[in-house]
């Protein structure tokens, strides 16, 4: 079965730490795996995907299939990056998407 | 395109009352995705549409629950009859299947259940 593991609830850093927020996933298949944000009063939206191998808003993320993780990682943490961080996971092929429990990020001055 | 579109926005209701969620998705996307959001549980799927036909309803926690998408352009989360414990904010999201496509979310539904 398809599971997202964030072993987080919260993470609470200084302003222009480093950041890594966890996700591991289990899934014998091909996963697509992403990363979803949800911002103060605002919808939950997409932040990245593996497929893409993008950075965005100077977060990046690496599948690694060996230890099935998809950790996000931001080098210097800002204000403004305090949410509410989803991992998801969706089998190739198949629409499903799941999300881990998520892990709040504060971010403090 | 306004977005998902998700009504009511906030619902209490009394114990043993039966509560509709209402959903609008993206014109042009043929997945839609209802989810319960909780402190304790995060983020789970409760049932997910394909073309308007239920693919995985697998997340629906009990018979009290069902879900519909009559048409490609609404679908509906019933809970009959409510208890305290289904209070929780009840997201849809919609998506065009395929590789990396986004789940585009709306923005919620606050049920509380007193």
């Known amino acids: 079965a398809q599971r997202v593991t964030q072993p987080e609830k919260l993470l609470s850093v200084f302003k222009g730490a480093p950041v890594e927020l966890k996700c591991n996933y289990s899934?014998?298949?091909?996963?697509?795996l992403f990363w979803y944000v949800q911002y103060s009063r605002q919808r939950l939206q997409l932040l990245l995907r593996h497929i893409s191998r993008e950075s965005i808003k100077g977060f990046t993320a690496d599948l690694n299939k060996g230890e099935t993780s998809f950790h996000l990682k931001k080098p210097f943490a800002q204000e403004e990056d305090s949410a509410m961080y989803y991992c998801a996971l969706k089998r190739g092929g198949y629409n499903k998407l799941i999300f881990g429990a998520g892990t709040r990020l504060a971010v403090h001055p | 395109d306004a977005g998902v579109i998700q009504s009511p926005r906030h619902e209490v209701t009394e114990m043993g009352q039966e509560v509709t969620l209402r959903c609008k998705p993206i014109s042009g996307h043929n997945s839609l995705f209802w989810y319960r959001q909780t402190m304790m549980r995060g983020l789970e799927l409760l049932i997910y549409?394909?073309?308007?036909?239920?693919?995985?309803d697998s997340g629906m926690p009990e018979d009290r629950f069902s879900a519909k998408m009559p048409n490609a352009s609404f679908s509906t989360l019933k809970i009959q009859p409510s208890e305290p414990r289904d209070s929780a904010v009840y997201f849809c999201a919609s998506s065009l299947q395929g590789a990396g496509d986004e789940a585009f979310f709306g923005q919620g539904t606050r049920l509380t259940v007193v």
């Open positions: 549409f394909n073309n308007n036909v239920p693919i995985d």
């Open positions: 899934y014998s298949g091909s996963p697509e």
